[in-house]
């Protein structure tokens, strides 16, 4: 982790390996999928130690703390040092991960482009919820 006094929040969002590209970070920020704060910013803004982000990546939702700044990506180990996760996004990703074990989706089984039998078992299940 290198001394800085403030970073752009796309760069340090890649840093700590919640997008695999500074594109994809830099579209989220774009999108509304990234807050300071509970506010939308833009991908240049300058991040500091402290603050608060709410991250939706795509696959999960995120609440941390800003704990360093880092323009490098590094280990996933070292990354992980650079925020810390509040409790209750703990166990919101908790639940999460245990209803998409238990609850899985219909279609999840299905590869590629339903047939007319799947869309049929398709719609029996829906119509069954």
Known sequence: MSEMSNLRIDKWLWAARFFKTRTLA???VDNGKVKVGGERVKPARGLKVGDELSIDNGAETWEVAVLGLSDKRGAAPVARLLYAETPASIARREQVAEDRKLFREPGETIK????KRD???LSKAGDLS
């Open 112 to 115: 590629g482009r339903p047939t």
């Open 119 to 121: 869309r049929r078992q």
């Open 26 to 28: 830099s579209d989220a």
